[in-house]
């Protein structure tokens, strides 16, 4: 019998996975990647086998309103095509790992009841995220997880980058920057002695610009500091969320204007953003479509925020060698990578404008002095192959 292994990636709204099978003396392959959305909403599978042909793509029923309702649909649907398979592991994104995990983790029940106390440093994410484990915990007791954790790779930041300034007791709970999308930036940093090898040891920037946006400075392959910190609110404007913010803004939410913490909390991960500027979406594509001029100061700001950070992260780096985009802005909106780049000339970037259009993977010119690059992320390979190496599957 094959040897299947499922990477599960579990988000408030959506849940995404990859089945890899391993054949019968055979080295492990991609099977089926898919996700379930609008959960909650109006819930939709949609799957496709590894060479893109569409395997499902149907409206699930109401009852789907929930994670766990969710993981029940997908089960349902792998039972469909891979009845009676041999599961020989679950590897898991999660979003935070807190103080202690450096590294992924095969998960206990005492290691989820752990990560579970740094749910207040990640609500709209690491509940979703623990909630898979649990229900996997509570249907297939006795096959491996793994936790894959996105701030992992920033662990290795020096103090400096780490620390947030204020008084020593406070800080003494693991109040300090951790960064996020770490395995987004681990994958990319895998792939650039293949894809871009003139850079792969350099001083590199990568833009993360997704729902979720963030940068990573990179210098050798190693995160030197990124625009997240200490919950996934920090650094670049995103979907929803304003990125960073003068505190005193949120003093001003409490005191001023009498709003309670889940009041605030609301407006800082759900309202703000895209969203919070134009007041008609926190969708990018979407925006740029639109000519409202709050549409356009969304897009304006996002822009503009982004090449600011680049700045601050390039001083960082004492100058940097080469900026990737990646995610769903960065590898999908030629437009958005033009605004940047534009914006980054200063710092040697020289956009070849064909190669923008043609998603590159080398979008800047052969003088230009930054080389700069397009490349897909694949956040679900990078926990697949976490996952082999942790349980010994590979
Ligand atoms: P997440 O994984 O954080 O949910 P994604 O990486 O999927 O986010 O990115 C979603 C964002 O990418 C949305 O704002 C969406 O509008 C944007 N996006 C996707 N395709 C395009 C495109 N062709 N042009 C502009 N933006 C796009």
Redesign the pocket.
């Known amino acids: 019998m094959d040897d299947y292994a499922l990477v599960l990636n579990a988000?408030s709204s959506?849940l995404k996975f990859c089945v890899y099978r391993r054949p019968v003396a055979e080295r492990w392959r991609l099977e089926s990647r898919g996700q379930i959305e609008g959960i909650g909403t109006s819930p939709q599978l949609s799957a496709k086998d590894a060479q893109g042909e569409i395997l499902a793509e149907n409206r699930l029923e109401d009852w789907v309103s929930d994670g766990r309702a969710a993981l029940d649909a997908l089960a349902s649907f792998l039972r469909s095509k891979y009845g009676g398979a041999r599961v020989l592991g679950v590897g898991h994104r999660v979003v935070h790992g807190g103080a202690r995990y450096a590294e992924p983790v095969v998960v206990t029940r005492e290691v989820l009841e752990e990560l579970y106390e740094l749910v207040p440093l990640a609500p709209l994410h690491q509940p979703h995220n623990l909630a898979a484990i649990d229900a996997i915990f509570d249907r297939m007791p006795d096959v491996p997880q793994v936790a894959c954790f996105d701030t992992s790779f920033h662990y290795c930041q020096l103090p400096v980058a780490k620390i947030i300034p204020l008084p020593s007791d406070i800080r003494k709970s693991g109040l300090q920057r951790y960064g996020f999308h770490g395995l987004s930036y681990e994958y990319i940093a895998s792939v650039l002695p293949d894809v871009a090898p003139e850079i792969a040891k350099g001083r590199v920037i990568i833009a993360h610009?997704?729902?979720?946006a963030s940068l990573c400075a990179l210098k050798n392959a190693k995160s030197v500091d990124s625009t997240l910190g200490f919950t996934a609110l920090d650094g670049l404007c995103m979907?929803t969320r304003p990125g960073a913010l003068d505190p005193g803004v949120v003093l001003y939410l409490f005191q001023s204007l009498g709003l309670s913490a889940k009041e605030v909390e609301t407006i800082l991960y759900k309202k703000s953003g895209?969203l919070g500027i134009s007041g008609i979406s926190?969708?990018?594509?979407?925006l740029?479509t639109r000519s409202e001029p709050k549409a356009r100061l969304a897009v304006d700001y996002f822009v503009y925020r982004a090449a600011k950070e680049i700045g601050a992260m390039a001083a960082v780096l004492g100058g940097i060698d080469g900026l990737v985009f990646t995610?769903?802005?960065g590898e999908?909106?030629p437009?958005?990578r033009r605004r940047i780049c534009q914006a980054s000339s200063w710092l040697g970037v020289e956009l070849d404008e064909v190669a923008n259009t043609k998603k590159g993977p080398r979008i800047s010119t052969l003088k230009s002095k930054v080389s700069t690059w397009v490349i897909p992320t694949n956040e679900e390979l990078m926990i697949a192959r976490h996952t082999g190496t942790m349980l010994g599957l590979l």
């Open positions: 988000g959506s610009l997704g729902s979720g979907g895209l926190n969708d990018m594509r979407d740029l995610a769903g802005i999908n909106s437009d958005i």
